[in-house]
């Protein structure tokens, strides 16, 4: 059993940045990789990004790629997602994953839990 809380969400002008923790507790050893998916109001979940526990391997979709960063900490189990230059479009629920074996990161059916998320919402 593994339990996810994300925090760091909330209101941001374009163009500013925002840090999205997510602390897991449990059977955290147990994790292969952690993602952070969004979902905007009358849209699909989708994918955002990705990382390994072992090795930090990291993936992110197109939208955020050179704008978003995912990193973790070991010591805290904790992962992070830094977003930086932020659009109108990023407004969504974050939703923070964790997959406990390898393969279809960008898929919802990849991951095993989930949090509750946390709202970001970007205002022109």
Request: aromatic letters at 12%.
């Amino acid at each position: 059993q593994v339990q996810l809380v994300e925090s760091g969400g909330g209101l941001v002008q374009a163009g500013g940045s925002l840090r999205l923790s997510c602390a897991a507790s449990g059977r955290t050893f147990s994790n292969y990789a952690m993602g952070w998916f969004r979902q905007a109001p009358g849209k699909e979940r989708e994918f955002v990004a990705r990382i390994t526990w072992s090795g930090a391997r990291t993936y992110y979709a197109d939208s955020v790629k050179g704008r978003f960063t995912i990193s973790r900490d070991s010591a805290k189990n904790t992962v992070y997602l830094r977003m930086n230059s932020l659009k109108s479009e990023d407004t969504a629920v974050y939703y923070c994953a964790a997959a406990l074996r390898a393969g279809g990161w960008t898929s919802e059916s990849a991951y095993d839990y989930w949090g509750q998320g946390t709202q970001v919402t970007v205002s022109s």
